[in-house]
T-cell receptor, first 112, second 117 residues
């Protein structure tokens, strides 16, 4: 069975640009969460979506937004990129409440 | 709000030895889960072990076991018979209760574990 997939693997953007990161959950998983992992730190929660509705939001500015599609895949959008947005962005999926999260390999974003 | 603290930034141990990674947490919730995740250089975050807070029995998964002290809010990971493949960053994490699908993981800063041949 395919695990959580994320695209792209790496990308480089310039300050002020916009970026879209994509995540496909494991088949049958209806919940997707996004985390930001700055180098040398633990992941920080950004968003959770369950059944296409936002169920949780971390302490991130409004430049960060996300959505979940009918097939449960998800996009994370970041506007007006700052150097501090450089990080590994992790997506995780779970089948439902009370179950473990399965992480994807992440997207490494570098902002120059 | 939940907080997770890992006070050992780096550890190393000889292959086949036992090592214990420390974690303390703080939460006002009665119902929560605790986790240890492993992140090798490949970046993939892999669940090592999980503990339900309402269970007194410590979780075990093969060579991995935890020492869960609820009153002390301590959750340490013991790796027995350590192997070279155990070399990775290890993150302790807690989760909020499962209301309406809102399940946020709060991570510590990690412990870099190196297994020496």
């Amino acid at each position: 069975d395919a695990g959580v997939t994320q695209s792209p693997t790496h990308l480089i953007k310039t300050r002020g640009q916009h970026v879209t990161l994509r995540c496909s959950p494991i088949s049958g998983h209806k919940s997707v969460s996004w985390y930001q992992q700055v180098l040398g730190q633990g992941p920080q929660f950004i968003f959770q979506y369950y059944e296409k509705e936002e169920r949780g939001r971390g302490n991130f500015p409004d430049r960060f937004s996300a959505r979940q599609f009918p097939n449960y895949s998800s996009e994370l959008n970041v506007n007006a990129l700052l150097l501090g947005d450089s990080a590994l962005y992790l997506c995780a999926s779970r089948p439902g409440q009370g179950s473990e999260q399965y992480f994807g390999p992440g997207t490494r974003l570098t902002v120059t | 709000a939940q907080t997770v603290t890992q006070s050992q930034p780096e550890m190393s141990v000889q292959e086949a030895e036992t090592v214990t990674l420390s974690c303390t947490y703080d939460t006002s919730e009665n119902n929560y889960y605790l986790f240890w995740y492993k992140q090798p250089p490949s970046r993939q975050m892999i669940l090592v072990i999980r503990q339900e807070a309402y269970k007194q029995q410590n979780a075990t998964e093969n060579r991995f076991s935890v020492n869960f002290q609820k009153a002390a809010k301590s959750f340490s990971l013991k790796i027995s018979d350590s192997q070279l493949g155990d070399t990775a960053m290890y993150f302790c994490a807690s989760s909020t209760p499962f209301y309406f699908g809102n399940e946020k993981l709060t991570f510590g800063t990690g412990t870099r574990l190196t297994i020496i041949p």
